[in-house]
């Protein structure tokens, strides 16, 4: 007599926010899944909808609750976690049919919350989950969160009273689930945290056996044990701190990809000094110039905020100049937003918005030029590149070891419908703009 089992119930889930939350979102469907759960694509299907919200910003809160009315009105069944968990009476008050509101990174609480919501039907065959976990990423890509938290107190950022203060992961666990992810077939690990670089502070950077030796639990250690892996290591968010010069040789060594992502934020000093952040350009400078010399191919990404209150026009023509003077290979900007909660909003001379615009326009056509250089320079190079796409008119498309998905440019190749899905290519390159490379797959 065959065995009818029972229909578990189906969760969608609607993830905002920055690599981090997607990592969170991760988390929570893998161990749903493994309760037994099925994952919804579409509001219609699911049972109870999660929306994992971002509240770095006023913005992104807005969208946050944008996305939460959404599935209020497609489904109605909905449980808020992430960042804005922490105003869950506004919410509340806001949709209160909300079933459950549950903070950032509160895996707990929120698995508790949708088995209270939907509860599963005991059954033996329905627990089952991938080895590697669930994954919202593309499968040869993958997000390795190295810690939580942040022990910075920027004037600017609300992340320490969202997310707390520094708590890093064992290093074992960490390289055992690298170790996973890449056995699943992940081919580039994205390491992220709130702060990559001070990692392992908070316990003492207490050593951990792996495979027969001890492992600190500090960024240098992890890169190089991560970096023998096999796959891609790309370091995102690093704090300039003198301990990031020892992760360079491992570049030079092609053990990690030669690319930092660090967000300086500014160059000015008297900035540095109102956003609560360290005041070394000169010294930052001299550096980057001693990280090209030992990895040549070093690309260094990072964002900057324009218009921060007390920011003058000579604040402003200096990071210009230093930005002229540095370099960068990648830059993001953002003006100046007053975030509910951040130091910043108190402080005088708030800079007016037209005058903000005005400076984003002029960073960004400064650093679109220099990047537009920067590539060009790589016409005539042949470059490995990890392939994202490829479509049915025998292009591709895929990305160098200088970019980031998501945030960075892209490496557009003709002739590669023989190519598939991660892998990793050597490509010459023909041509490029101010974002992007343009080639051919030499194979």
């Not at 806001?94 to 005991?122: C, D, N, R, S």
């Not at 240098?220 to 968010?237: F, I, M, P, Q």
């Not at 005058?355 to 002029?362: D, H, L, S, T, V």
């Not at 960075?408 to 490509?427: K, P």
Request: proline share 6%; glycine share 8%.
């Amino acid at each position: 007599m065959a065995t009818i089992l029972p229909s578990p119930p189906k969760i969608g889930m609607v993830s905002l926010g920055c690599p981090k939350n997607l990592v969170d979102s991760e988390r929570i469907l893998t161990k749903l899944r493994s309760d037994g759960y099925a994952m919804s694509p579409d509001y219609a299907g699911a049972d109870v909808v999660l929306v994992n919200t971002c509240g770095f910003l006023d913005s992104a809160k807005e969208e946050s609750l944008e996305a939460i009315g959404e599935a209020i009105a497609e489904n109605g069944r909905v449980i808020v976690t992430g960042c804005m968990g922490k105003e869950a009476e506004m919410i509340r008050a806001k949709f209160p049919g909300i079933l459950a509101v549950t903070g950032a990174h509160q895996y707990e609480e929120v698995v508790g919350a949708v088995h209270t919501a939907a509860p599963m039907p005991p059954s033996a065959f329905l627990n089952l989950v991938p080895e590697s976990g669930l994954k919202l990423t593309p499968r040869h890509y993958s997000y390795l969160k190295i810690s939580e938290g942040c022990n910075h107190r920027c004037a600017f950022c609300i992340i320490p009273s969202l997310r707390g203060d520094l708590v890093s992961r064992r290093p074992d666990a960490i390289l055992r689930e690298a170790e996973k992810l890449i056995e699943a077939g992940t081919r580039e690990l994205l390491v992220i945290s709130q702060d990559t670089s001070a990692y392992g502070v908070d316990i003492r950077h207490q050593p951990r056996m792996w495979h027969g030796n001890e492992v600190r639990a500090h960024m240098t250690d992890l890169s190089r044990e991560l970096g023998k892996l096999g796959a891609w290591v790309r370091l995102h968010y690093v704090y300039p701190y003198p301990h990031v010069d020892q992760v360079i040789p491992l570049m030079a060594e092609g053990l990690i990809l030669p690319y930092l992502d660090i967000p300086f934020q500014h160059a000015s000093r008297n900035v540095l000094k109102l956003m609560k952040r360290p005041a070394n350009e000169t010294k930052v400078l001299e550096r980057i110039k001693t990280w090209r010399t030992i990895a040549p191919d070093i690309a260094i990404r990072s964002t900057f905020v324009v218009g921060f209150p007390g920011e003058t026009e000579d604040d402003f023509a200096y990071l210009m100049d230093w930005l002229e003077e540095a370099q960068l290979d990648r830059v993001g900007a953002f003006r100046f937003e007053p975030v509910e909660g951040a130091a910043a909003n108190d402080l005088p001379n708030h800079v007016p918005e037209e005058i903000k615009e005005e400076r984003y326009a002029r960073l960004m056509e400064l650093t679109a030029r220099i990047s537009a250089d920067k590539l060009q320079a790589k016409v005539g190079r042949t470059l490995d590149v990890i392939i994202d796409a490829v479509d049915d008119e025998g292009g591709a498309t895929g990305r160098s070891k200088a970019d980031a998905p998501e945030i960075d440019g892209e490496v557009f190749l003709r002739d590669a419908g023989h190519l598939s899905v991660g892998d990793i290519v050597a490509v010459s390159i023909e041509d490029a703009d101010e974002h992007d490379l343009y080639g051919v797959p030499t194979v």
